[in-house]
């Protein structure tokens, strides 16, 4: 059965659907069988990963209001084992279609039953909002990372998103945990981004990943080739981040033999991940 993690902040622009492809490529880079799941109405996960969103006939808004089979509509991707379920401007409106059933908040939890079997790992790209949408995503995830970027006012709004996390725990998911906050759009050149990664650090200690993002053009680049940073630069900071974040996901799940104190990806490691790099 596949582990199925959302990443999720309401706030905009803190790096979520860029954490979501590149997380997600990683773990498919390390043969773990990925499916990456846009859970957004803006589509951005479906484009960063090569598809365009205006020719994508079945979406995941179909599986949940129209109970559409997810293993139909799922698309393989450039990078092995990387699938995606896309999604479509047409799931804006399904929290209103939703809004009337009795197990509303369930939806997408049925959805994933199907296909769960099929994956090592799941991973949810929601929308930048609390709505309903995010509501399913959350109870159907076995564990949330939340995306902090390392800016002014990072930690606004994180009260409200943990209160919802802890919400949904109460109510709708008891195995919802927190994998992890991920501090991202680090410039190590800044004192502001020094001083957010204290405060975070200082704020939800263990909660934090020891990974963090670094801000980098080539992170910036890489949706417009619709590719993860994986496929557009191998060797660049950002895959290597991200690429040590999976390593850390697996570390904590253990899922890994790899010696915790062992957190920086090589150059030798590199080499044995043979990540092409066009």
Excluded: W
């Excluded at 880079?29 to 990925?34: A, F, N, R």
């Excluded at 949810?124 to 109870?139: E, H, R, V, Y």
């Excluded at 949706?223 to 660049?236: C, K, N």
């Amino acid at each position: 059965m596949a582990k199925i993690i959302a990443i999720a902040n309401q706030k905009g622009g803190v790096g979520k659907t860029t954490s979501a492809i590149n997380l997600a490529a990683s773990l498919a880079v390390l043969e773990y069988k990925t499916l990456l799941v846009d859970a957004d109405p803006q589509a951005n996960s479906t484009s960063g990963v090569g598809f365009d969103p205006r020719t994508v006939k079945t979406s995941i808004y179909e599986c949940i209001i129209n109970d559409v089979a997810p293993g139909d509509i799922i698309l393989e991707t450039k990078t092995p084992n990387l699938y995606l379920l896309p999604s479509h401007i047409d799931l804006v409106g399904a929290e209103i279609e939703m809004i009337q059933l009795t197990n509303r908040e369930h939806m997408m939890k049925q959805v994933f039953e199907k296909i769960s079997a099929d994956f090592d790992f799941i991973i949810i790209d929601c929308s930048p909002s609390l709505g309903l949408i995010t509501i399913n995503a959350l109870t159907a995830a076995h564990s949330v990372i939340i995306p902090v970027q390392c800016e002014y006012f990072a930690l606004e709004g994180l009260g409200k998103l943990l209160n919802t996390i802890k919400i949904v725990q109460t109510r709708l998911n008891p195995e919802l945990s927190i994998e992890g906050i991920l501090l991202t759009m680090y410039d190590m050149r800044l004192r502001l981004s020094n001083q957010v990664v204290e405060e975070v650090k200082t704020h939800f200690q263990d909660l934090v990943f020891d990974t963090i993002i670094q801000r980098t053009t080539k992170l910036g680049e890489a949706p417009s080739f619709g590719e993860s940073i994986i496929m557009h630069d191998a060797s660049s900071k950002g895959a290597i981040n991200y690429l040590n974040l999976a390593r850390e996901i697996l570390q904590k799940n253990n899922m890994t033999n790899i010696a915790s104190e062992d957190k920086i990806m090589t150059d030798e490691v590199m080499d044995k991940l043979k990540v092409s790099d066009n």
